[in-house]
């Protein structure tokens, strides 16, 4: 199987996030942070060093600041809801995938806040400007994704950012797309609060993911219960992670997390960035060829995250994802991958599209025989 789904998750991942998930299964998997056992100790310490590499990959100064999650999607909505308040008002972008949106709308509806959503370019590209003129008196938050995950756009974070910041306005950024390819600094981009998969760029198994919470926010949990600390009080600890860590931890996905983000050090973030930039350069450039291709994506190293977007005149997008699977044994998603926002900004509300998306451990030939198929499947059909 070619795999050229790695936006929805990665795969394969690195042989070290295999084996250490197993290793903590087999040999040590006990409850972190609720023994003083060996087991539960040794538990504790990978959950420790699994904080610490998030911190270091995105240079966040505390790792305590850092809440382990299931995945984006419960990060996000810890962020979200967690944070806003009846009567504030947020700013969101045109190319937010559901996670963001969904919440924000039963916000909105439930309890009264307010959501500005910001339109782009036809790629979806924001001007940063029109963050700053969309600002209120009662903005509370600034919400951007990384990336999108329907077309790659990379969007101006750091910009984004600074304008947040200046209005002391909180600035959540979704990685769910460039986490583990674009360096993110949470320092330089003045982002309060980051949520992020771990189960994507970042290598590691589903059901992992984390939030990290500037010192200065202050997320009420949306669950509460016990920590493994301060067992005597009836209330939830207010101290960071314990504050928004409720229940058993997954300690063997934490720890295949950890593995992975290893892996990406190994390599180096650059290294990987390039390589993906050169194989979704090389994919767009040669897709872009073919006669009957319609592309959505940008083809810049810099401002695309490693996916194609693209329909086949006359065909439904669904159908070219199943013929490149069964025909071809090529993995794809085809629809509107749930970011409906994203697609009425790329004028593919009707029809959906179908993504191919790299990963790194995606090679040339791959691409070369992807690029193939799809001539072989346009040509039926133009
Ligand atoms: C931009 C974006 N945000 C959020 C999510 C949700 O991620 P998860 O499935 O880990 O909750 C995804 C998943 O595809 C995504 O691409």
Same mark, same amino acid.
């Given at each position: ?41 040794? *538990? ?11 911190? *270091? ?13 299931? #995945?984006?999607?419960?990060?996000? #909505? ?9 009567? @504030?008002?947020?700013i ?20 009264? %806040?307010?959501?500005? %959503? ?13 963050i ?9 938050m600034v919400i951007s994704?990384? *990336? ?12 984004m950012?600074? %304008?947040a910041? @200046?209005?002391?306005i909180?600035f ?10 674009? !360096? ?12 992020? !998969? ?21 997320? #009420? ?36 997390? #950890? ?39 940008? @083809? ?24 490149? @699977? ?22 593919? %509300? ?33």
């Amino acid at each position: 199987m070619i795999y050229l789904d790695n936006a929805a998750t990665s795969f394969p991942k690195p042989e070290k996030v295999y084996r250490e998930i197993l290793r903590c299964m087999r040999e040590y998997c006990a409850n972190p942070g609720r023994g003083s056992h060996r087991m539960s100790i040794e *538990s504790s310490r990978v959950v420790i060093q699994a904080r610490e590499s998030v911190a *270091s990959l995105f240079n966040i100064s505390d790792p305590l600041q850092v809440c382990f999650t299931k #995945n984006a999607t419960e990060a996000l #909505n810890i962020a979200i809801k967690g944070v806003l308040k009846p009567g @504030d008002h947020v700013i969101t972008t045109c190319m937010e995938h559901n996670a963001v949106v969904r919440p924000l709308k039963t916000l909105e509806r439930d309890a009264g %806040i307010e959501i500005s %959503i910001v339109q782009g370019n036809e790629f979806g590209e924001i001007n940063p400007e029109n963050i700053k003129r969309a600002i209120r008196k009662n903005t509370r938050m600034v919400i951007s994704t990384f *990336s999108s995950n329907v077309n790659g756009i990379v969007m101006p974070i750091e910009e984004m950012g600074r %304008i947040a910041g @200046d209005h002391g306005i909180i600035f959540l950024v979704d990685a769910s797309q460039g986490a583990g390819t674009f !360096p993110i600094d949470v320092e330089k981009m003045h982002i309060d609060m980051l949520a992020a !998969p771990g189960h994507k760029g970042l290598l590691g198994p589903q059901g992992t993911g984390f939030l990290y919470v500037a010192r200065n926010v202050k997320p #009420n949990p949306i669950m509460e219960g016990g920590t493994g600390s301060y067992s005597e009080y009836l209330y939830q600890p207010d101290i960071m992670p314990d504050l928004l860590e409720s229940g058993t931890l997954n300690t063997p996905g934490i720890t295949g997390l #950890n593995s992975g983000i290893e892996f990406i050090e190994s390599l180096g973030l650059e290294n990987l960035k390039t390589y993906k930039g050169i194989l979704t350069h090389y994919m767009h450039e040669e897709l872009g060829k073919i006669k009957g291709i319609k592309l959505y994506s940008k @083809d810049s190293a810099e401002n695309n995250s490693g996916i194609v977007a693209l329909n086949i005149e006359n065909a439904d997008c669904t159908e070219v994802s199943y013929i490149l @699977d069964k025909e071809y044994g090529i993995a794809t998603r085809a629809g509107l991958h749930c970011a409906p926002l994203a697609h009425e900004t790329l004028g593919t %509300i009707r029809t959906g599209a179908v993504r191919l998306s790299v990963g790194c451990f995606n090679t040339a030939d791959e691409v070369e025989y992807t690029v193939k198929a799809l001539a072989e499947i346009a040509n039926r059909f133009t």
